[in-house]
């Protein structure tokens, strides 16, 4: 248990990155969401500082998706 916040965070980067809203047949956003408000604390923190950042980086979504870079060819990379 002591990494499964940033496990979460490394799943919202996964699904973010991949453009996908499901992981195996898992919405991974809507059962992490579920996850994290259930265990949230009275104050609106989880258990310590570095889980309550990874915790509003999940639910943010904060991850930017990748997009199209232009290479030295002028052409964009795949």
């Known amino acids: 248990r002591d990494n499964l916040y940033y496990y979460l965070y490394g799943m919202e980067r996964t699904g973010i990155l991949y453009g996908t809203e499901t992981i ?3 919405d991974w956003y809507q059962e ?7 265990t949230q604390g009275g104050d609106g923190s989880w258990e310590n500082s570095w889980n309550t950042c990874f915790s509003i980086l999940f639910l943010k979504r904060a991850t930017r998706p990748l997009v199209e870079v232009a290479t030295g060819g002028g052409k964009p990379a795949k």
């Open 32 to 38: 992490g969401c579920n996850f994290l408000l259930s």
């Open 24 to 26: 195996g047949k898992y």
